[in-house]
């Protein structure tokens, strides 16, 4: 007779989808000091080693081919600061995954350390570029070394590298207190670098990062208000990741497909720490210890099988508590047919539990942008 299987099981199937990206952690050492940053250990200077690196090669290995590239997503700390040799030896392992497609690296920099050695192994690897930078020198003033002194020369160097050599990048900023009063100068400064597309993370309460004033949801609405006008007013150079996130939730609902959108599951994003360990969910709650929820890995890849890891999620304490707080945020919120209800690691950091349901991430990355095309279309209207 056959076991029923788990309700957890299946309350997990329906929500998760097999990992479509995997962050990996090369290094937790930084070689800049952001005054907003939330990482724990990025003094230590602890590396990945070859065998785990292949390890999980081998894991992904057995993923099923979906047909589309699983993401590899080098992020650190600093993950050049690994130095290339070392790099290239982690990369190896994924090699023939990589030329028969089934995976593709990413990787997020600060840019500081990007040279021409740098941008001939990123191009040999095919390696995505995100770079982190928050806008111009006033704006980016929160990216320090470890001394103190400004990092943003050093970022326009390295981005111009990447300019000079031909490799595409995104950009990734973190809009504080300042930035988000100024969303033209920000977008106009980062059309200037020739960036393809821009993601805003509004500064957040997230590992470390505890203290400092966050942007409210007044001025986050006004930030996406200024911002969605600028698209529109200038094109899609660069793209800016949030409203184009929200702009395909509109044309699948406007065209009928709606359906479709509300299909699609979220992603695990196993995260595989520089010894191993392995954190779902979210990359921040990496390193993280909590009395409720210990140090939230699900594993060890030198010890257990991704695959195996994965196919037990639903037994962890944190990952079934989150599912709770799905099911409250899909009752409750107005919100939840586009947002999903995701980032575990808000919940965690900003309430102390991921049974709760709305946050201030929620209130300014998400409603706030809702809220802001909401506005500006009752405005329109009303010309």
Partial sequence: MRSRP???????????????TVVVQPTTWCNLDCR?????FR???HQMLPEVAETLAEAVTQFEDSGH???IVWHGGEPLAVGQRKFAVLLAPFEALRRAGRVRHYVQTNAT???DTWCDLLAAYDIQVGVSIDGPAVVNAERVDLRGKPA????LRGITKLYDHGIPFSVISVVGVTGITMPEELLEFLATLG?????????????????????TPVQAEEFWQRTITWTREHGAAPAVREVERLAEYLRLTRSGQRAEWGRRRLDPIPTVSWKGDVVLLSPELAGTTAAEYGDFAAGNILDRPLSEILRNA????YVREFLTGLDRCEAECEFFDFCRGAQAANRYFENGSLTTTETNYCRVSRQALVTALATLATKEAAL
């Fill in 6 to 20: 788990s309700p957890w099981r299946a309350r997990y199937e329906q929500r998760f989808a097999a990992p479509q």
């Fill in 36 to 40: 907003y940053c939330y990482l724990p």
């Fill in 43 to 45: 003094r230590l200077k």
């Fill in 69 to 71: 590239p699983i993401g």
């Fill in 113 to 115: 350390l990007i040279s």
């Fill in 152 to 155: 943003f020369d050093r970022i």
């Fill in 195 to 215: 960036c393809h597309s821009v993601g805003f993370n509004i500064e957040e309460f997230e590992g470390v990062n505890t203290e400092r004033q966050q942007p």
């Fill in 314 to 317: 639903h037994r962890l304490r």
